[in-house]
């Protein structure tokens, strides 16, 4: 079989801006996302994707109160908006990838998976939520909202605005592992743990129940590269190389660099913990286990870091 690598796209590279943030918007942006892993599948990559979705549950949410307030519709629980957009970002993908590959004359198929991932009902990040959400709002616009909404929270998000956070308990376990495993083996190119996944609880009884929350996509992707032995993680983002002494005149863009050097890294805070750092912590994860590789670039360098041309390499 050839390599397994996985590929984690951003939920925020599918909305590029408040202006562009349509359903045809993000098709747009997935179908440019499509033809960079073509090109590794084309290059005899085994390929999973993962994909972020916050914005799009953020916007499945407000969508679900507005609906609520204006004309009593039921509201969506958190859970099901991260299960509704696992199935309609992973269908766009799995489209998107499927007319690349016919157009190219690459016998592949391509399947999304509707993944449940366990979490621990007693985590800690239930009082104290982390995870970003929705549209980006001026201070002003959030103090507005907090007045209508008293119990949400506000935090300000890499320079770029003020952003609803949400809890964001760790992953433990991926329920339908051994079906994603079955269809990586009979060649299918996978979309899974879409959003990091429909968070559940697991009872006494081996029953599970969803639980309100968003997990975040690269812990999970973490996760499941280690659960089906992948080789290499890529996780995409803004930005081609990760950088420390980020904005500042010392600002330096990392090619290559160990596990070790990555942990020092982490101690002299160089990677802000509402956007790289957890990108930094599930790659570290995933290297303490089987994996070989983590890549880190933007989702246009795909074919070039792929050959070590582009993006950020953290090796053991």
Not at 34 to 57: F, K, L, R, W
Not at 118 to 145: H, I, R, W
Not at 204 to 220: E, L, P, S
Request: with cysteine; charged share 20%; proline share 5%.
């Amino acid at each position: 079989m050839e390599k397994l690598v996985i590929v984690a796209i951003g939920g925020n590279s599918l909305v590029r801006d408040n202006g562009r943030d349509t359903i045809q918007d993000q098709y747009e942006a997935v179908c440019e996302t499509a033809v960079n892993i073509a090109d590794m599948v084309e290059a005899g990559y085994n390929v999973v994707v993962t994909h972020g979705n916050g914005p799009q549950v953020g916007f499945g949410l407000r969508r679900s109160e507005i609906a609520n307030e204006i004309a009593g519709m039921p509201e969506v629980p958190l859970v099901n908006c991260g299960a509704d957009t696992q199935g309609g970002i992973g269908y766009q993908i799995q489209q998107a990838l499927t007319n690349e590959f016919a157009q190219r004359g690459i016998n592949k198929k391509v399947a999304t998976v509707i993944t449940q991932v366990e979490v621990s009902k007693d985590d800690p990040n239930f009082k104290n939520p982390t995870k970003p959400v929705g549209a980006f709002y001026t201070l002003e616009q959030s103090e507005e909202m907090k007045k209508e909404h008293p119990d949400w929270i506000f935090i300000e998000d890499s320079g770029r605005g003020y952003r609803r956070v949400v809890p964001s308990p760790k992953p433990i376990d991926i329920v339908e592992k051994d079906a994603i495993k079955t269809l990586i083996n009979s060649g299918f190119v996978v979309i899974a743990v879409g959003g990091g996944g429909i968070p559940v609880v697991k009872s006494d009884n081996n029953t599970y129940q969803g639980i309100d929350a968003v997990i975040d996509k690269d812990f999970a992707t973490s996760l499941l590269a280690d659960q089906v032995n992948a080789e290499t993680l890529i996780i995409t983002t803004g930005v081609s190389r990760v950088c420390i002494n980020f904005g500042k005149p010392n600002q330096l863009a990392l090619e290559k660099i160990s596990v070790e050097e990555t942990k020092q890294y982490v101690l002299e805070n160089h990677f802000p913990p509402g956007s790289m750092l957890p990108k930094i912590e599930a790659s570290l994860s995933f290297l303490e286990n089987n994996g070989t590789r983590v890549i880190i670039t933007n989702p246009e360098s795909l074919k070039d870091a792929i050959n070590e041309n582009a993006g950020t390499h953290i090796v053991k």
